[in-house]
Nanobody
Framework: QVRLVESGGGLVQAGGSLRLSCAASGIRFSTNAMGWYRQAPGKQRELVAAIVSLGSTNYADSVKGRFTISRDNAKNTVYLQMNNLKPEDTAVYYC?????????WGQGTQVTVSA
């Protein structure tokens, strides 16, 4: 059974930082691409950042230069370091593990950035 558990969300002032973590189980983590998505109220879920097994990354234009995705294969954990947070980053952040033909999601963690 695949399980993704996010942590690290919270309330922060604009310009602050947070680090999200996602602990994965039930998948061969080291060979699985991982991603972070977010969904703000009234908006569609969007990709924030992704990392493949060999470490290559890609980011949404809106977070480039501010967010960093990384992974620790020994801990089966993927991270999202978020710096210089803006109010528009406020959303529920979800961890994602695509594994054909399925697509697995965590329960989400709320990030709120106050102006």
């Amino acid at each position: 059974q695949v399980r993704l558990v996010e942590s690290g969300g919270g309330l922060v002032q604009a310009g602050g930082s947070l680090r999200l973590s996602c602990a994965a189980s039930g998948i061969r983590f080291s060979t699985n691409a991982m991603g972070w998505y977010r969904q703000a109220p009234g908006k569609q879920r969007e990709l924030v950042a992704a990392i493949v097994s060999l470490g290559s990354t890609n980011y949404a234009d809106s977070v480039k230069g501010r967010f960093t995705i990384s992974r620790d294969n020994a801990k089966n954990t993927v991270y999202l370091q978020m710096n210089n947070l803006k109010p528009e980053d406020t959303a529920v952040y979800y961890c994602n593990a695509p594994r054909y033909p399925d697509n697995y999601w965590g329960q989400g963690t709320q990030v709120t950035v106050s102006a």
